[in-house]
């Protein structure tokens, strides 16, 4: 994406839901676009998949332009969006696996053995000829996803594919994302609420507010970034007797043979402090590291970090 | 951005053989569609039916009137078919804009105009169905007198396409505007009643005659009740019912198809295409 903007209506009811924006995702990454509701995630990927039209900007899909090479650019995508069946629920599983392959432009012969992959591999199989309104919520998407990836496209766009999903479904589901990635090696495009499902599965993620991004780092580089401070110490055995050492702020719980204690808002100073006290009173170290927020507390301190203003993204040149 | 060799699935290329098979796709999905929904083909059989029957009884005061029968009969059938493409269609696009699978649709090489073209195929066959037992049945049924020969084919053919040019027509429209509905079923009166349907376009003051000449399938009708009659194909293009026909078919068609397009971009740049 180079340069990607999108606004909505005209003169003083115009609406910038996305400003011009720059993103590249390199073959077989999986990035996390995250964001609050109404920050332009949708309007990203919908741009993406050629569904609105950008009203500045360009979008290249495998060496394809969206605007001028639609053809063969939508055959390099399969989406599953938000807040929409993305299938037809009178028709059967297979029924919609057939025509989503022959939408994309593939023959029945070509279809027929990735279909029945698809459905085996997601516990469809044998309610292959049942009507897809007949299915649960989380069979629904799993077709969903199954039409997604019937032409085996190398590009996966996902707009919240765990919303109202329950507990196991969606583990089901970031499970077999996981197996998409790391066995099949497509890249993916992937919005979530459920940021430890992108913290889990995503090479690289991107925070977007107000239309425009304000972070795009590899989750790890993001995570380390706001891990100033914050420090997890190992030690054997129980702490009981230590307790009264601990910093403000910290705290300790068993952990097998172990104690972890984890300090917060602690300086070096602090650490080196709360260091001398163990070895004084002879308790045997197992390791010091600094501890990484989740991406849950990342993702809330970014949002809030510059309200009502938007900053230069984390990680690149300022892109606005 | 590196890149990488695609999978063999994703082929790119185009051409007509192509773009023939996406259309037959959305042709038997509709056909699929339409065989889940076989019940609703009765029902509109049936009211039809009876609306016909009860129009008939009431206009010829109680009795049927077979003499009036014969000229309104293919103006059942012809409002059989463009009602069923306006209804059904209508519908079924407003449930792929509501289900979301009408922005799937739009991941697809085929192009807008391909894939209306396949999905008015679909359309077309219950409401040919439905005009088929119709026919049948009151032709039979009342010993109605028609003297068909092989160039009925012509304007029946004509009147067909003119039927699914108005089905395609509110299908475009309904990309675009969300009380559809409402505007179908005026739409529909105005061509079940102007269509000839309830009274021959034949006994309609002159003046009348002349504005049914823009309601669809009404110069279907009445150059099909030139021919049924046992007049030459000729005749009908002599009056200049024919050629009238042959004008307003091409038009309303490509009206439809055109301004579908129109809507489907319209809608990519308004964000349209999502659930409303």
């Known amino acids: 994406m180079s340069g990607l903007g999108k606004v909505y209506g005209r003169g003083e009811t115009a609406f910038a839901a996305v400003?011009?924006?720059?993103?590249?995702v390199p073959w077989g990454q999986v990035i996390g676009l995250l964001g609050p509701n109404g920050a332009g995630k949708t309007t990203i990927i919908k741009m993406i998949s050629g569904l609105i039209t950008p009203s500045t900007g360009r979008i290249t899909l495998g060496g394809h332009d969206v605007a001028r090479d639609r053809s063969n650019a939508v055959r390099q995508i399969g989406a599953v969006l938000e807040g929409s069946r993305n299938v037809y629920w009178p028709l059967s599983a297979w029924e919609n696996l057939m025509y989503f392959g022959r939408l994309k432009g593939l023959r029945g012969s070509e279809i027929k053995p990735r279909a029945k992959r698809l459905l085996t591999e997601l516990g469809l199989w044998e309610r292959r000829h049942e009507t897809v309104g007949s299915f649960s919520r989380g069979m629904q998407q799993k077709v969903a996803v199954s039409a997604a990836l019937?032409?085996?496209?190398?590009?996966?766009?996902?707009?919240?594919?765990?919303?109202?999903?329950?507990?196991?479904?969606?583990?089901?589901f970031k499970d077999w994302l996981a197996h998409l990635a790391s066995d099949e090696g497509k890249t993916i495009l992937l919005t979530t609420h459920q940021l430890e499902v992108a913290q889990e599965l995503?090479?690289?993620?991107?925070?977007?507010?107000?239309?425009?991004?304000?972070?795009?780092?590899?989750?790890d580089e993001l995570l380390s970034r706001h891990a100033e401070n914050r420090f997890e110490v190992r030690v054997a055995g129980q702490f009981d007797g230590l307790i009264h050492a601990l910093p403000e702020g910290a705290n300790?719980?068993?952990?097998?043979d172990e104690t972890r204690v984890r300090l917060r808002d602690a300086d070096n100073d602090a650490l080196y402090a709360f260091l001398a006290q163990l070895r004084a009173a002879g308790v045997s170290l197992v390791s010091v590291a600094q501890a990484q927020p989740s991406l849950e507390e990342v993702f809330i301190r970014l949002i809030h970090a510059?309200?009502?203003?938007?900053?230069?993204a984390e990680g690149k040149e300022p892109r606005t | 951005m590196?890149?990488?060799?695609?999978?063999?699935?994703?082929?790119?290329?185009?051409?007509?053989g192509l773009h023939t098979r996406l259309a037959a796709n959305e042709t038997s999905k509709g056909l699929l569609l339409a065989w889940r929904r076989r019940s609703m083909v009765v029902v509109g059989l049936l009211m039809n039916a009876?609306?016909?029957l009860g129009v008939n009884f009431f206009i010829g005061g109680g009795h049927i009137v077979e003499e009036l029968m014969v000229l309104t009969l293919p103006a059942l059938m012809a409002v059989a078919v463009a009602a069923t493409a306006a209804v059904d269609g209508s519908g079924g696009i407003a449930e792929e804009v509501n289900g979301g699978t009408l922005e799937q649709m739009q991941m697809s090489p085929a192009s807008p105009q391909s894939q209306v073209l396949g999905r008015i195929v679909a359309l077309a066959v219950p409401g040919l169905v439905m005009a088929a037992v119709l026919g049948v049945v009151f032709t039979v049924g009342f010993g109605l007198d028609y003297q068909p020969h092989p160039s009925v084919v012509v304007p029946a053919l004509l009147t067909l396409v003119n039927a699914l040019g108005y089905g395609l027509l509110i299908i475009a429209l309904t990309v675009r505007v969300v009380s559809i509905g409402a505007i179908t079923h005026v739409f529909n009166?105005?061509?079940?009643?102007?269509?000839?349907m309830i009274v021959p376009i034949a006994m309609f003051p002159d003046a009348l005659e002349a504005v049914v000449r823009f309601i669809p399938t009404a110069l279907g009708v009445q150059v099909l009740n030139t021919t049924l009659a046992g007049e030459p194909l000729s005749t009908a293009w002599s009056d200049g019912t024919l050629l009238w026909l042959l004008v307003h078919t091409v038009v309303l068609t490509t009206s439809g198809l055109v301004l579908y397009v129109v809507n489907i971009r319209r809608a990519r740049r308004a964000g349209g295409l999502s659930p409303r």
């Open chain 1, 19 to 24: 400003k011009p924006t720059t993103l590249s």
């Open chain 2, 2 to 16: 590196t890149t990488l060799s695609l999978p063999t699935a994703v082929r790119t290329g185009a051409g007509i």
């Open chain 1, 306 to 312: 510059d309200d009502g203003a938007t900053r230069p």
């Open chain 2, 50 to 52: 009876a609306l016909y």
């Open chain 2, 189 to 196: 009166m105005a061509i079940m009643f102007f269509g000839g």
């Open chain 1, 150 to 172: 019937i032409t085996d496209p190398p590009i996966i766009l996902l707009d919240e594919p765990t919303l109202g999903l329950d507990v196991e479904a969606a583990r089901t």
């Open chain 1, 202 to 219: 995503s090479d690289r993620i991107a925070v977007i507010k107000d239309g425009v991004i304000i972070a795009d780092l590899p989750t």
């Open chain 1, 252 to 256: 300790a719980e068993p952990d097998g």
